[in-house]
């Protein structure tokens, strides 16, 4: 039994869509904002795959077809912002000043709790790139002595809570514009709150997928300058 | 537009973007590379809506499934916290419900003043 599932490609493939269509199904019943079907799959996957004792790399065989195709998937963000392209023109300033607020609210958020628990530098610098996409945030935690494995589980925790948060914090602060929504979950949750913002319209997609873009570029430029700073 | 040709020419933009980032000495991966390309190939009407859309459509509707791999990996990462994972967890819940408060209220009040503005 061990062997086959060992062997085969499509255990983990099968395994993630599953779990998704029973998270969709969930959040249909419920209608519970935590009940974020990639939140109930990831927690139900590594649940079985605790409990059975069956390696990461198993399941990964088969679940890596399905990121594989996040790269094309990202490059098609282009077309949302494409269509919304009047609204980005119209409101660049905006745009580009509430998202260099977003960054520097990062920056000063975890510089200023990693002081107060006197965390050491490394997971302090591996924090750093925790609202950009995963593939910019690796090659720049490596560039500041970070550590890529804490950087990806926090860039991940970090969208995945994105994504849940956005509709509670939307309703309780009024934030109703869809150009503040999606600048918004882009900033702070980077693809996968984006992937939150394709269910809210398509100016949110198009306003999310420009934070991606902007907030990757800005971490990229600031963070080497302020990492030396944490000692 | 068959949907082989669609997939075609994001394919290819793709490509171009892994080129880029791997000839371009910047920590800016193909996936971002690619979406600007495509952006300004859109603009320039080297390629039109039509000759991606429903490809691209389909690909963005299924894209929360692609993270299910990488978030189950964070399973993995757990042990490299020993000991730091509450603060680790804190910092990290805490920033971003902040992250996205300030972008959003900002935004919002920016706009309502500049809608107030041309009245």
């Known amino acids: 039994m061990n062997k086959i599932m060992i062997d085969s490609a499509y255990f983990g493939l099968v395994l993630s869509l599953l779990a998704y269509y029973l998270g969709i199904k969930l959040k249909n019943k ?36 399905l990121t594989y195709l996040l790269t094309p998937a990202t490059v098609c963000l282009a077309l949302p912002l494409y269509r919304e392209f009047k609204i980005l023109k119209d409101h660049l300033i905006i745009i580009l000043t509430a998202l260099v607020a977003g960054c520097i609210t990062c920056f000063v958020m975890i510089g200023g709790m990693a002081m107060l628990w006197h965390l050491d530098r490394t997971l302090c610098v591996s924090l750093l790139p925790k609202s950009i996409t995963t593939a910019i945030a690796i090659g720049l935690t490596g560039e500041i002595g970070g550590i890529s494995g804490i950087t990806v589980a926090a860039v991940v925790i970090t969208g995945i809570f994105a994504a849940v948060i956005a509709p509670l914090v939307f309703k309780w602060l009024h934030i109703e514009n869809p150009i503040a929504q ?18 809210l319209g398509e100016i949110q997609t198009a306003m999310s997928s420009l934070a991606i873009v902007v907030t990757g570029i800005l971490t990229v430029m600031i963070v080497p300058l302020i990492a030396p700073l944490f000692k | ?67 299910v791999g990488p978030s189950v990996g964070v399973m993995e990462n757990f042990g490299l916290l020993s000991g730091a994972l509450i603060p680790f967890l804190a ?12 972008t959003g209220i900002t935004a919002q009040k920016m706009m309502k003043d500049k809608e107030k503005q041309h009245e």
């Open chain 1, 30 to 65: 419920t209608k519970l904002a935590f009940c974020n079907p990639l939140l109930v799959a990831s927690v139900l996957i590594i649940g079985l795959l605790l409990l059975f004792d069956i390696d990461y790399s198993v399941f990964n065989q088969g679940a890596q077809y």
């Open chain 2, 91 to 102: 910092i990290v819940l805490v920033s971003t419900f902040f992250i996205m408060v300030v």
């Open chain 2, 1 to 67: 537009m068959g949907y082989l040709f669609q997939f075609m020419i994001i394919s290819g933009i793709t490509f171009i973007g892994e080129l880029l980032h791997y000839f371009l000495p910047l920590p800016i991966p193909a996936s971002v590379y690619g979406m600007v390309i495509l952006f300004i190939c859109l603009l320039i009407g080297i390629i039109k809506e039509e000759e991606i859309k429903e490809t691209a459509d389909f690909l963005l509707l299924i894209m929360p499934i692609m993270f």
């Open chain 1, 182 to 199: 999606g600048l918004a979950l882009g900033a702070s949750g980077h693809a996968i709150g984006t992937s939150k913002a394709l269910e």
